[in-house]
């Protein structure tokens, strides 16, 4: 029974069959899209609102979760010092952390395939300089560009201004450290492609170099963009955590997963540990999540290696 | 031979010089020195007169040329925050990195090239199959949680060894080490190991790829097909093939061991160079943000360099076309 909907074709692709047979890949594929639901929709599912002084006492401080001795029904996941719900702030704290991680690898994404494509497609000296700053950029490990990044702006904005810009500046340094890859990837694949039939017939029929690069070339290379794409979003999530836990990210007032964690580590060595673990935990699960998605497709779209 | 050291060299002093650049832009255009220094009852006359000795009214060009020959006498400047020679700061705290550096670095090479070995001679097999899994745990958990973790484990629960601080040092000429004592030793044990950890991974995976790869080419083909041995197969011809590109893996981890030592540093608070770095990003403390950057720029250009000449002194490949 020939069935030609976009939906029937997509079913019966390979990818798709791959999946099915893979659980890690759906175990991952289900943590993610639980985690990014549970983010996306925080300010509507979360008992309560972290940011809200007036939604939280001090009475209901440092209860562990409800499964522990002491828990209190009203806070699934317990309170910490301030008696703030657990769960709120994880919630709103993988949001924040999430939403600079996304937008940290969209900025990545523009500037390293733009860069890339151009470099690739022109070569020459507008190539040579790209992959210059590339290869500096890639001998600096990201968490000291994310940082020297953040110190820099410090210096340069002032005070009041810095901490407003917190959330930009924080994406930023970490775009700028994970461009490369793309760049590199999509400047290699160009490589691949210019010599191709299909683009040589469009440079003969005097289409503008934009419009191959954009319209023919893209496309052709989606698949080893959207595995790094993956892997790098991973990357934010991790480097945004790291420089919160470091104290150079996010203000405590608006914690993101990092900051909680930060916070958490007080309680080390006393007896509250859900404070600390439970972010800990969430935290490591989002992100294994997301890097064995990102295994799954690179076996994907590198078949030789499967 | 002699030609190629030298461009190595030359090479290496253009990397130097644009990276002292990048740092005396930092230095130059990010805060104003003379307001950092002096505090509101400064009057403005004095203000200019401090800019005109500091020498802070000559041009760009004659600036960076005092701060790149003050810098090669080992003249850094001074701290904004401490008012400490940032030369003194950083060589007090250089023992401690790199104790721990290479320490880490030992331990995710002595681990991650077997593993990396065996995982690629017997890919199929259940060990294999729990170490790459494993691996890829170890990538997504971030290093200051291993730290955390490790401290809960050993120093909370077990109480086995010490969570913060080098421990008993001892001082040798301006060295201050720790690897002399009992006590030095075992507060290195858990910061080196997170630091080694996440290395390890990234060392298993490389060797891991390249042997895979070392056993697809002909030669070993060739090899099996004139019936050598496995055992010789597999721990002579593909191994010696396997561990030249090693070389280029310690090389690239030492940038690794020294970024993510700022954040072990953090964890364990252990009184090295990173924690220096992270204290001056925190007080905008911008001459001692410049100066570990040339620091680190330049244990970078140092080591890629002795890379490079160790390659041609152990690939036979490359001093034949060299030579040819």
């Known amino acids: 029974m020939p069935e030609t909907g976009k939906m029937a074709r997509l079913v019966r692709s390979e990818g798709v069959w791959l999946f099915s047979r893979s659980p890690s890949a759906i175990l991952a594929a289900i943590a993610t899209v639980l985690i990014v ?36 029904a009203r806070f699934l996941l317990g309170t910490d010092d301030q008696g703030r719900d657990m769960l709120s702030s994880i919630l709103y704290g993988a949001r924040l952390s999430l939403s600079i991680a996304a937008m940290a690898m969209a900025v990545a994404l523009v500037l390293g395939v733009g860069l ?34 953040d110190g820099i702006s410090r210096g340069i904005l002032p005070r009041a201004l810095h901490d407003d810009l917190r959330v930009a500046v924080i994406t930023l340094a970490i775009a700028l450290s994970l461009w490369v ?41 989606v698949g080893p963009l959207l595995v790094i794409a993956t892997v790098d979003l991973a990357s934010a999530i991790l480097l945004e955590a790291t420089l919160s836990f470091l104290g150079v990210g996010l203000p405590a007032n608006a914690p993101s997963l990092g900051t909680l964690i930060r916070i958490g580590m007080q309680y080390l060595l006393s007896g509250e540990w859900w404070i600390l673990w439970i972010p800990t935990v969430f935290l490591v699960v989002l992100v294994v999540a997301i890097n064995l998605l990102g295994d799954f497709l690179r076996d994907l779209f590198n078949p030789g290696m499967r | 031979m002699a030609g190629f050291i030298l461009k190595r060299l030359v090479q290496s002093v253009f990397v130097m010089l644009a990276v002292a650049f990048l740092a005396f832009s930092l230095f130059t255009f990010v805060g104003d020195p003379i307001s950092q220094m002096t505090g509101v009852e400064t009057s403005l006359q004095d203000q200019a007169r401090l800019r005109e000795e500091l020498g802070l009214n000559d041009p760009f060009v004659v600036q960076f040329m005092r701060f790149t020959g003050d810098m090669l006498q080992g003249d850094f400047g001074y701290s904004f925050r401490t008012r400490e020679p940032i030369g003194a700061m950083l060589l007090s705290r250089l023992p401690a990195t790199l104790e721990l550096g290479v320490v880490a670095l030992v331990i995710s090479l002595v681990v991650g090239i077997p593993a990396g070995i065996y995982t690629a001679l017997r890919p199929r097999g259940l060990v294999s199959q729990s170490i790459l899994i494993g691996t890829l745990i170890g990538v997504s958990i971030p290093t200051f949680v ?58 298993m995976r490389l060797v ?34 396997t561990l030249i590109p090693v070389i280029t893996i310690i090389g690239l981890q030492f940038g690794g061991v020294i970024a993510f030592s700022i954040v072990t540093e953090s964890v364990f608070q252990w009184p090295g160079m990173g924690l220096l770095f992270l204290e001056s990003i925190r007080f905008v403390d911008i001459p001692v943000m410049s100066v570990y950057l040339v620091v680190i720029a330049f244990f970078f250009v140092v080591i890629n360099l002795l890379v490079d000449l160790l390659y041609v002194a152990i690939d036979p490949r490359l001093r034949v076309r060299e030579s040819a």
């Open chain 1, 37 to 72: 639901l549970g983010a996306l929709f925080a300010p509507w599912i979360a008992p309560t609102n972290p940011y809200d002084l007036a939604s939280f006492s001090l009475f209901d401080g440092l209860l562990p979760p409800v499964w522990a001795d002491g828990g209190d």
């Open chain 1, 116 to 149: 890339g494509l151009a470099a690739g497609y022109f070569g020459g000296r507008l190539d040579a300089i790209v992959m210059r700053i590339a290869d500096v950029q890639l001998a600096l490990p990201a968490i000291l560009t994310a940082l020297l990044i």
């Open chain 1, 181 to 221: 890859n793309f760049a590199r990837t999509a400047r290699a694949s160009v490589f691949v492609e210019r010599n191709k039939d299909y683009v040589q017939a469009a440079i003969m029929m005097g289409q503008h170099p934009l419009r191959i690069m954009f319209r023919h070339i893209l496309p052709n290379i």
């Open chain 2, 146 to 203: 291993i730290g955390i973790l490790l401290i809960f484990l050993f120093g909370v629960q077990l109480g086995w060894l010490p969570t913060f601080g080098r421990g008993g040092t001892v001082q040798i000429g301006w060295w201050r080490s720790s690897l002399f004592t009992g006590d030095g030793w075992r507060s290195l044990v858990l910061p080196s190991l997170t630091l080694g950890l996440f290395q390890l991974t990234l060392t």
């Open chain 2, 208 to 241: 891991r790829a390249q042997m895979m790869e070392v056993m697809r080419t002909d030669h070993i083909r060739f090899a099996i097909a004139r019936g050598v041995p496995w055992r010789s197969i597999r721990y002579r011809h593909a191994l010696s093939n």
